[in-house]
């Protein structure tokens, strides 16, 4: 059976980076993903959303963001396994035994779980016959904003996601509309002042009670006011995007033999980001600890230290880590 030094599980931006990071430290690493491509939420949810919170990117679309995580992870030998889910990970005499869903298995001195919150899908929204008209208009994810060129645009929510998409979207559109229950958005501060300065309307506070297909092709929207329910507006509009966030399940790992002491959803961690089990680390969304956000920064930079602790969990007597700077690479090897 194949061995691994490193095996992660888990290719979203911080499994991308952990696996870069373990090719740059010269270990046999192994990065395996569910899905066809790596990149993680982001490639699945926001590919066009402008990321602006990642160290040395003025902003950067997230598609843009991943493939520079691809291009950075093709400098050393790293095995990537993709369309490749993780069904089980055991650990018999200091070594894991990982089976996958396309009946592999391989084994690896050390784990890094990099799963974030196991596989995601939007948080629906609660009115009737809206959900037959997905595809029709009314859309829960936006792949490329080129789609809505010179459309009449509705966005239903009031966080980050939907703040962006806003100001996002209003680049290309008609007109761009954003309806929250409430008063304030739950967005960052500057995401909310670019909206405020921007030419997007804002319906709020109000909620959608109804929406249908009209014969000329067009969405009718109608909204109440959540404060005065009489208070009625009915929109003619092209797309309704909903952006009320996303439920996460984490049950493929939550089936795994090996389970690691939990903290609230996902595994808690020491300050060597290990687990409860020996040789297993979690980084990432799939890990937590007081104070800890889930954003990328984070996880890009709990990677090194989750690296450099698994090497020194099976070759304590490695050393290191230098600079990159310092080290030369010589056919895809370090020297
Ligand atoms: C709409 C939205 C906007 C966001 N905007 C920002 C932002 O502007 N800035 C920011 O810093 N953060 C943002 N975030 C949060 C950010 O996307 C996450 O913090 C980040 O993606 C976490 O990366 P990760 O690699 O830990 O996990 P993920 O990106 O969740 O990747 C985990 C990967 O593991 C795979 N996986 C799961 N289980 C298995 C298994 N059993 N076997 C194999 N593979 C498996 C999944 O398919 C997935 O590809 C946003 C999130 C959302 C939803």
């Known amino acids: 059976m194949e061995l691994y030094d490193i095996a992660i599980i888990g290719g979203g931006p911080v499994g991308m980076f952990a696996a870069f990071y373990a090719g740059l430290r010269?270990?046999?690493?192994?990065?395996?993903?569910?899905?066809?491509?790596?990149?993680?939420?982001v490639t699945a949810l926001y590919p066009e959303k402008i990321i602006l919170d990642v160290a040395g990117f003025a902003g950067v679309k997230?598609?843009?963001?991943?493939?520079?995580?691809?291009?950075?992870l093709k400098l050393f030998p790293v095995e990537i396994k993709t369309k490749t889910t993780v069904t089980n990970v055991q650990k018999q005499h200091e070594l894991f035994t990982i089976t996958t869903d396309n009946n592999q298995s391989f084994q690896a001195k050390t784990v890094i779980v990099t799963t974030g919150k196991g596989s995601f899908e939007p948080r629906k929204i609660q009115v009737?016959?809206?959900?037959?008209?997905?595809?029709?208009?009314?859309?829960?994810?936006?792949?490329?904003?080129?789609d809505f060129v010179d459309h009449d645009v509705v966005i239903a929510g009031g966080g980050d996601s939907a703040v962006d998409m806003a100001t996002m979207l209003n680049e290309v559109t008609?007109?761009?509309?954003?309806?929250?229950?409430?008063?304030?958005?739950?967005?960052?501060?500057?995401?909310?002042?670019?909206?405020?300065?921007?030419?997007?309307?804002?319906?709020?506070?109000?909620?959608?009670?109804?929406?249908n297909k009209q014969v000329d092709g067009k969405l009718a929207i109608t909204l109440a006011h959540v404060k005065e329910p009489d208070d009625i507006t009915v929109l003619s509009v092209d797309d309704l995007i909903i952006n009320y966030g996303f439920l996460s399940k984490n049950q493929t790992v939550q089936s795994w033999d090996i389970q690691p002491t939990h903290d609230g959803q996902v595994f808690g961690v020491n300050q060597q980001l290990q687990t409860s089990i020996d040789g297993v680390f979690a980084i990432?969304?799939?890990?937590?600890?007081?104070?800890?956000?889930?954003?990328?920064?984070?996880?890009?930079?709990?990677?090194?230290?989750?690296?450099?602790?698994?090497?020194?969990?099976?070759?304590?007597?490695?050393?290191?880590?230098?600079?990159?700077?310092?080290?030369?690479?010589?056919?895809?090897?370090?020297?």
């Open 128 to 146: 009737d016959g809206v959900e037959s008209l997905i595809g029709q208009g009314v859309h829960y994810f936006v792949t490329n904003k080129q």
């Open 174 to 211: 008609a007109s761009t509309r954003i309806i929250h229950r409430r008063d304030t958005f739950r967005a960052m501060e500057q995401s909310v002042n670019v909206l405020n300065n921007s030419t997007v309307i804002k319906e709020t506070p109000k909620k959608i009670v109804s929406v």
């Open 26 to 41: 010269d270990t046999k690493t192994v990065l395996v993903e569910s899905l066809p491509t790596l990149g993680g939420q």
């Open 284 to 335: 990432g969304d799939a890990s937590h600890y007081i104070g800890k956000a889930d954003l990328i920064a984070v996880g890009l930079g709990e990677a090194p230290n989750a690296v450099n602790a698994a090497i020194n969990a099976f070759d304590p007597h490695r050393g290191g880590p230098g600079h990159s700077s310092a080290m030369i690479i010589k056919n895809g090897h370090l020297e």
């Open 62 to 72: 997230g598609s843009a963001f991943i493939e520079s995580l691809n291009q950075q």
